[in-house]
């Protein structure tokens, strides 16, 4: 397990170059950077080594972000698109969600990415809580098979993705 300061190093440039992409001035993107190492270091504890450091530490980097404009009352938080986060532990996911049909690809890149709630993403498109719990469902389900159909992945009893990749698709080594 890597400590705060081994991940600072690692990951600290990168991380404020993302966060600097999110708001307008360095002043800020400092006290985001400096507000994510704190909640680092206060987590770290709890990290799962085997889960993805680089995937955990951008999506704290995204909350401190949204928090950043949540705090100085902005109505409405900039959506970071897809293709601007980094890469989570599946070896496609950007391309996955990017060819959903676009009822299903909002939902999920809302519910999945930026992990806000079902009432909230239904406020911000207008639509009823179950019709968003619906797209969910669905949009996992689509998402499913394209890691079963292109990366090569299997359903286990339960119907979760287990395996290692082995995509056909260029997209995927990349």
Not at 32 to 42: A, N, R, T
Request: net charge negative; aromatic share 8%; proline share 5%.
């Amino acid at each position: 397990m890597l400590s705060v300061k081994e991940i600072w190093y690692e990951f600290s440039e990168k991380l404020l170059g993302f966060i600097q992409s999110k708001v307008e001035t360095d002043e800020d993107a400092q006290d985001i950077l400096q507000d994510v190492f704190l909640k680092v270091s206060l987590k770290l504890d709890s990290f799962d080594p085997g889960s993805n450091l680089n995937a955990w530490l951008y999506t704290i980097t995204r909350n401190q972000i949204n928090d950043f404009y949540r705090e100085r009352g902005k109505k409405k938080v900039p959506e970071i698109p897809v293709e601007d986060k980094q890469p989570l532990p599946f070896c496609c996911l950007d391309p996955h969600i990017a060819s959903l049909p676009e009822k299903y690809r909002k939902v999920i890149f809302l519910s999945e990415v930026k992990g806000l709630k079902h009432a909230e993403i239904a406020a911000s498109l207008g639509l009823s809580i179950s019709a968003i719990k619906s797209r969910v469902v669905r949009g996992r389900e689509l998402l499913k098979n394209k890691f079963v159909e292109c990366c090569k992945y299997h359903l286990n009893a339960e119907g979760k993705l287990v395996g290692e990749p082995d995509c056909d698709s260029e997209h995927c080594n990349s």
